[in-house]
């Protein structure tokens, strides 16, 4: 297996946060001697940090801080934390400091026929999307975002579902951490205490008859600062103020450790092996809900999803089925 830390403009500020990491108070000086540079230089990357929204303190007289401190990715530290079975299906770590989106960036590669067994993670996106043209909002080192390249053949029906068992998965990675209060909010949510924790977002390319290619996107709120959060629209939640503390390392390797798995076996087991585990966690199980489409709306019970994922609404005594695609489920009012 091959892992990288690719290009970008952070690159070369790498050095100067891997000091600031601790959250301590370092001194101009203290920075440019361990960086072999003058303070003048060291002023300079600070600045160039700012852009970056990581809340970078100047303490009177003392020096410089992040408060807080930051837990930032390697790619050593999380193949170290990979389960043998992982280990031998992932074919290349990749990890960004920023990028636009991994999901577009691992399309490209998937297009260019590479990028099968490729796990691509990045500390910040600049375009993170989700449904429907939808943003994602990823600042540095606030999350996990995880796009994983998949070729399968056979034809995309074989991939049913496929969201859904996601969730699943990554319900099972977060509750190695005992994360508490974990849900599932069909299609592609994973919630915890009635907000959104993370989503899943799953591109295909290539034959969508045979061969097909798909890049299973998922971000996943670990820290996110106030200021950041603030163009999010809706109710959201980080695992920091649920359960404090979890490594973003050990929490990128377990969610690995799930999905490549899954991305292996999916062709043979289908969504039948996960629908039990997702209705256990079902975020609006037997309440009521309304289902938006572009130009109408359904209202009724929550009554679970059938063996392909799709979702089951009890209207009036009568059971309708919904696929995923151009729809949003939310709590009836
Ligand atoms: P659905 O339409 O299926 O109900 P949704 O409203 O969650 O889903 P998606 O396209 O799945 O929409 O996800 C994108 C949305 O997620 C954004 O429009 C925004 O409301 C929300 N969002 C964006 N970034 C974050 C984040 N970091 N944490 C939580 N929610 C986010
Ligand atoms: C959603 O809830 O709509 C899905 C959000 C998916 C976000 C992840 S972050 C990693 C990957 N890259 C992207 O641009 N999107 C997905």
């Given at each position: 297996?091959?892992?990288?830390?690719?290009?970008?403009?952070?690159?070369?500020?790498?050095?100067?946060?891997?000091?600031?990491?601790?959250?301590?108070?370092?001194?101009?000086?203290?920075?440019?001697?361990?960086?072999?540079v003058s303070r003048a230089a060291v002023w300079k990357q600070l600045q160039k940090l700012e852009?970056?929204?990581?809340?970078?303190?100047?303490?009177?007289?003392?020096?410089?801080?992040?408060?807080?401190?930051?837990?930032?990715?390697?790619?050593?530290?999380?193949?170290?934390?990979?389960?043998?079975?992982?280990?031998?299906?992932?074919?290349?770590?990749?990890?960004?400091?920023?990028?636009?989106?991994?999901?577009?960036?691992?399309?490209?590669?998937?297009?260019?026929?590479?990028?099968?067994?490729?796990?691509?993670?990045?500390?910040?996106?600049?375009?993170?999307?989700?449904?429907?043209?939808?943003?994602?909002?990823?600042?540095?080192?606030?999350?996990?975002?995880?796009?994983?390249?998949?070729?399968?053949?056979?034809?995309?029906?074989?991939?049913?579902?496929?969201?859904?068992?996601?969730?699943?998965?990554?319900?099972?990675?977060?509750?190695?951490?005992?994360?508490?209060?974990?849900?599932?909010?069909?299609?592609?949510?994973?919630?915890?205490?009635?907000?959104?924790?993370?989503?899943?977002?799953?591109?295909?390319?290539?034959?969508?008859?045979?061969?097909?290619?798909v890049v299973v996107g998922v971000g996943l709120n670990v820290g996110l600062r106030g200021d950041?959060?603030?163009?999010?629209?809706?109710?959201?939640?980080?695992?920091?103020?649920?359960?404090?503390?979890?490594?973003?390392?050990?929490?990128?390797?377990?969610?690995?450790?799930?999905?490549?798995?899954?991305?292996?076996?999916?062709?043979?087991?289908?969504?039948?092996?996960?629908?039990?585990?997702?209705?256990?966690?079902?975020?609006?199980?037997?309440?009521?809900?309304?289902?938006?489409?572009?130009?109408?709306?359904?209202?009724?019970?929550?009554?679970?999803?059938?063996?392909?994922?799709?979702?089951?609404?009890?209207?009036?005594?009568?059971q309708q089925v919904f696929h995923g695609g151009e729809v949003s489920l939310r709590e009836a009012?």
């Amino acid at each position: 297996m091959q892992s990288s830390n690719s290009n970008s403009p952070l690159e070369a500020l790498r050095p100067v946060l891997n000091l600031l990491a601790d959250g301590e108070v370092h001194s101009g000086e203290a920075l440019g001697a361990a960086l072999g540079v003058s303070r003048a230089a060291v002023w300079k990357q600070l600045q160039k940090l700012e852009r970056y929204g990581l809340g970078l303190e100047s303490v009177k007289g003392r020096g410089y801080r992040l408060p807080g401190g930051l837990n930032l990715l390697a790619p050593a530290a999380i193949e170290a934390a990979l389960q043998p079975e992982a280990r031998d299906l992932l074919q290349q770590l990749i990890l960004c400091d920023e990028v636009d989106s991994t999901n577009a960036q691992l399309l490209i590669r998937m297009e260019q026929g590479g990028g099968h067994g490729v796990a691509m993670f990045a500390e910040r996106q600049t375009a993170g999307r989700g449904r429907r043209g939808r943003t994602w909002v990823s600042p540095f080192s606030g999350g996990i975002n995880l796009s994983i390249g998949w070729q399968f053949s056979g034809g995309v029906q074989l991939l049913e579902g496929l969201s859904l068992a996601v969730g699943v998965a990554l319900a099972r990675a977060l509750a190695e951490f005992d994360v508490p209060d974990v849900r599932l909010k069909w299609p592609n949510d994973v919630w915890c205490r009635e907000r959104k924790l993370a989503g899943v977002l799953l591109e295909l390319s290539g034959d969508l008859t045979d061969r097909c290619a798909v890049v299973v996107g998922v971000g996943l709120n670990v820290g996110l600062r106030g200021d950041s959060a603030a163009a999010i629209d809706q109710p959201w939640i980080d695992l920091q103020s649920v359960r404090p503390g979890i490594d973003r390392n050990q929490l990128a390797a377990a969610m690995l450790n799930r999905l490549l798995p899954l991305l292996r076996d999916y062709p043979e087991r289908g969504f039948g092996a996960y629908r039990e585990a997702w209705l256990a966690l079902d975020q609006f199980a037997g309440r009521p809900v309304r289902l938006q489409s572009a130009s109408r709306a359904w209202v009724g019970t929550a009554a679970g999803v059938d063996m392909s994922g799709a979702l089951i609404l009890d209207m009036d005594g009568e059971q309708q089925v919904f696929h995923g695609g151009e729809v949003s489920l939310r709590e009836a009012p």
